[in-house]
């Protein structure tokens, strides 16, 4: 970032900035161009823990669908790291003597970045929402959780230097949207902490970062445009605040987030995939012990996207129906998707998760009997970040760079064609063989029709309900 876009820093702001790219590593990004890497940072990107992020691809298995989408989690990390920086120079450029940003506080702001997903597992929320709880038994996990204690094993494994303060503090930042941030909100400074992960209203920096950079290696395209909101962003009453004229553009965040889950996150054949790789592991759990590396970060760290490769080439017979999965993903022979519908929205606040036994009760007149090992159910739920509640409503704005005063704006001030309802939950419904695509689309539909007195539009092609494939992709 230059002289003459650096949003009215002051000169001795601008030295210190340009001071501490002296003795940084520049790196070349292909969304943010040049990141600068300080030397805090290089002692943990010179880790072979962080390394493996290089292991993980950011949207799991999204690229059997999209193949452009194999960029890492250590790319998006290096950009969330400079966006935070971003940020923090930015708002320290205001100087507010009742908020001060001090060089300790963008360091700090920055290592939180940087470190954010460090504890992510192989193909990420994929295996934190749907492999981890069919062994973990109601005990909590999560990838923050775990990118603490991967920080802490770094620390001492490395023997980093690190002051015990900003250590800390950029640990708390990191869990600032789960409920144990919730629960340790800072008493201080609490804008420093919605930078990486705002648990206030959403809007961060990590969002700004792979909503960019997912669109464009998915080659789907991307409306939102963070510079502007980094660039109106100021700090009122210890929270950061955006001019009422991006208004629109902090709802572009979220209808983009959306839209990105709706067509490529949750992708219906991606979701079978998914499927398939968490049936995979599970059935190579007890062998390789995958479950069990979670509460060690020792070994935890050794866990990543080639796990499914060493499914494939272990010649072992106790892995065989596992790596009988893993051939089949490879060979295209995916779960076939049968149908999907979208749960009514009066219906939503008392929803009760659909399981293949429900499917099978559903079952009429058939040639087929079909067992709950033959069917696989997928509920999807997309929102704007907060469930069914608006994230616009926590979103505090101001009328010019002069105001000293912050509020919200209601929706109805702005526009008309923003939805009232904030949340879809939908149900798909998957058989695990190709000759019983027919039988399971008939079970569902009549699940259907006895549930909700409807059925879903987007059925199965007859061709393909006849066990005939017609496109793998």
Not at 20 to 28: D, G, Q, T, Y
Not at 259 to 285: F, P, Q, W
Not at 320 to 343: M, T, W
Not at 435 to 453: I, W
Request: one cysteine or more; proline letters at 4%; glycine letters at 6%.
């Amino acid at each position: 970032m230059g002289a003459s876009s650096n949003g009215g820093y002051c000169a001795s702001n601008y030295a210190s900035y340009c001071q501490n790219r002296r003795f940084s590593k520049e790196v070349l990004d292909n969304v943010h161009g040049t990141i600068y890497l300080d030397p805090l940072a290089l002692k943990f990107v010179d880790t072979e823990q962080f390394q493996r992020l290089r292991d993980l691809k950011q949207l799991g298995l999204t690229n059997t669908v999209y193949p452009g989408a194999v960029h890492s989690r250590f790319e998006h990390s290096l950009g969330v790291y400079h966006l935070a920086g971003e940020v923090a120079y930015r708002l320290r450029a205001q100087q507010d003597p009742d908020f001060p940003v001090e060089d300790f506080d963008i360091k700090t702001v920055k290592l939180a970045g940087l470190l954010h997903d460090i504890g992510h597992g192989p193909f990420s929320h994929t295996f934190e929402r749907q492999f981890l709880p069919r062994f973990l038994s109601g005990a909590p996990w999560s990838h923050e959780d775990m990118s603490i204690s991967m920080i802490d094993y770094i620390v001492d494994k490395h023997h980093i230097d690190i002051e015990p303060e900003c250590l800390k503090k950029a640990k708390d930042m990191i869990v600032a949207s789960t409920e144990h941030g919730s629960r340790n909100s800072p008493t201080e400074k609490q804008f420093l902490y919605d930078i990486v992960a705002n648990g206030r209203n959403g809007v961060d920096v990590d969002k700004f970062d792979y909503l960019v950079r997912d669109s464009r290696a998915c080659g789907v395209g991307c409306g939102f445009m963070f510079p502007r909101l980094m660039g109106s962003m100021r700090v009122l009453g210890d929270e950061i605040c955006y001019r009422a004229k991006d208004y629109l553009t902090v709802y572009k965040l979220f209808s983009t987030r959306a839209e990105m889950h709706r067509t490529v996150y949750t992708h219906a054949k991606v979701k079978g995939i998914e499927l398939m790789a968490v049936d995979a592991l599970s059935k190579a759990n007890e062998s390789l012990g995958i479950a069990d590396a979670v509460q060690n970060p020792g070994e935890f760290w050794k866990l990543d996207d080639t796990i499914l490769k060493r499914i494939e080439v272990d010649e072992r017979p106790e892995l065989k129906e596992a790596r009988d999965l893993v051939l089949r993903i490879r060979r295209r022979d995916i779960y076939q998707f049968c149908n999907e519908f979208a749960v009514p929205k009066e219906k939503l606040d008392h929803f009760n998760d659909v399981t293949p036994q429900d499917i099978i009760c559903s079952q009429k007149s058939s040639d087929v009997t079909l067992k709950e090992e033959d069917i696989a159910v997928s509920t999807v739920q997309i929102d704007l970040t907060r469930g069914s509640s608006n994230p616009l409503e926590s979103v505090k704005f101001f009328q010019d760079h002069d105001s000293t005063d912050k509020f919200t704006i209601p929706v109805e001030h702005i526009s008309h064609l923003i939805p009232a309802v904030c949340q879809d939950k939908i149900v798909r419904v998957y058989a695990k063989k190709p000759e019983l695509v027919e039988a399971v689309s008939q079970a569902f539909e009549n699940f259907q029709m006895t549930t909700y007195g409807v059925k879903g539009i987007l059925a199965t092609p007859e061709k393909k309900r006849n066990g005939k494939r017609l496109f793998p992709y």
